[in-house]
């Protein structure tokens, strides 16, 4: 079977101060249709550089190194003119980014940034965006969706925010999500509500996720297979069951030493 997704030996650096730095350095790896797959690591391994890259939204100073290659649903995103790139994304492609009030527009009401979506992949008819934005709000869990359809960012708890941007991520059932630290900035009770919302989805429409994260809890939780990226490498790729309790790589055996331990009362 071929891959959803086949990353090859991709590198990307960032120019700085006449200098460049090595970000993402060679790395490989496939995701199969439907799965769930992690991208774990702590912070400046590189993690989020692979995301943006896979979307091609990477920053004016990145570039992505000779040798690369991309295929997503056997095509190569290296190649693909800008224009057919926009089409792909949130349509066939989609990422929740870590900062929902950061990614959102702020002078625009979150119903109407759901409903951009389809507008821009080819919906006509505004109502009818609407109502596919108003419906998929109420899925992903935010109250009364079609009185907060006109709620602006600022005038949502951290949580809310973020299911809009599943609402966003998911609404024409994309073939893969990139979920960037999709739970870090909410609390803990919140955390499990989104992830569950996520998984649910998932299941639903058979979408393959690669979580983006340094919170190894969340991959018990959540994932099949485990890639781990230290310093722009993937130094172990693992079933999760596995990474837990047979990690090969020294730094595999740091981060689960680093895990927080719940200490029961004598």
């Known amino acids: 079977m071929t891959p959803l997704l086949s990353v090859e030996n991709l590198t990307v650096t960032y120019a700085r101060n006449d200098a460049e730095r090595m970000a993402v350095d060679s790395i490989s790896f496939a995701i199969e249709p439907g799965e769930i797959v992690a991208l774990v690591g702590e912070s400046g391994s590189g993690k989020t550089a692979t995301g943006l890259a896979i979307m ?38 989609s990422m929740v ?4 009030a950061a990614a959102l527009n702020p002078v625009m009401c979150v119903g109407d940034q759901v409903a ?82 996520l998984l649910d989805l998932q299941r639903e429409a058979q979408t393959a996720v690669l979580l983006i994260t340094h919170d190894l809890g969340v991959v018990a939780e959540t994932c099949a297979r485990a890639l781990v990226m230290r310093e722009g490498r993937i130094v172990e790729s693992a079933s999760v069951d596995d990474l837990f309790h047979a990690p090969a790589h020294e730094y595999t055996r740091e981060l689960l030493a680093a895990m927080p331990r719940i200490v029961r009362p004598a």
């Open 56 to 93: 091609g939204i990477l920053s004016a100073n990145a570039r992505v190194g000779p040798g690369s290659a991309i295929r997503f649903e056997g095509r190569d995103l290296l190649a693909t003119p800008e224009r057919e790139l926009r089409d792909i994304r949130g349509r066939r492609i």
């Open 97 to 100: 980014f870590q900062e929902p």
């Open 116 to 197: 951009e979506v389809a507008l821009v992949h080819g919906e006509r008819d505004k109502r009818a965006a609407r109502t596919k934005a108003i419906e998929m709000l109420g899925r992903v869990g935010l109250p009364d969706a079609d009185e907060r359809y006109r709620a602006y960012p600022h005038e949502l708890s951290g949580g809310m925010r973020q299911r809009v941007m599943l609402a966003i991520a998911l609404l024409l059932r994309p073939a893969l999500v990139i979920a960037d630290e999709p739970t870090s900035a909410l609390d803990v009770t919140v955390q499990a509500q989104v992830l569950a919302l």
